[in-house]
């Protein structure tokens, strides 16, 4: 039998957080940029969750080039807060990632929380190879 490498495509949620995570202008955050909403937290932290919603691979055989529509939820204690979020976001997206493609930026408070809690959702189209970004 012989054994065949199966090239896989990157996992963009976690390479989307680690890139976050990685920036010197999030370095308060480290711990708040998630691929799933924690536990409600106690007051209202800044906080960051992407998450993949769709997309698919550009080509397919092989396994070269995946566009990953993926949702960033930006989250503040207050609207202002989150608003500078998201533009620090936004902006690192832009200069740090030649691969992402910004799309619509909405402000959509977070009603699970009592009271609604600010939060932007940004949707970003990124382009992986199987390396990683």
């Known amino acids: 039998m012989t054994n065949l490498a199966v ?6 949620e976690r390479e989307l957080v680690a890139l976050l995570r990685a920036q010197p202008e999030l370095d ?5 940029i998630y691929t799933t909403f ?11 969750v ?4 769709g997309g698919e691979p550009v080509v397919s055989r092989p396994l070269v080039l995946d566009e990953a ?4 939820d930006v989250y503040g204690g207050r609207k202002a ?14 200069e740090r990632t030649p691969w992402t493609v910004l799309g619509a ?3 959509v408070p977070d009603e699970t929380f009592e009271p609604p809690r600010p939060r932007y959702i ?12």
């Open 38 to 48: 924690p536990a409600q937290q106690k007051g209202s932290p800044a906080t960051v």
């Open 28 to 32: 308060a955050l480290q711990d708040r």
């Open 81 to 94: 807060e989150a608003a500078d979020l998201v533009a620090l976001v936004r902006a690192l997206l832009v």
């Open 69 to 72: 529509t993926c949702q960033v």
């Open 122 to 133: 940004l949707d970003v189209l990124v382009y992986l190879r199987p390396h990683g970004l």
């Open 50 to 53: 992407v998450r993949r919603y």
């Open 7 to 12: 090239q896989t495509l990157p996992d963009v």
């Open 105 to 107: 930026l909405r402000y």
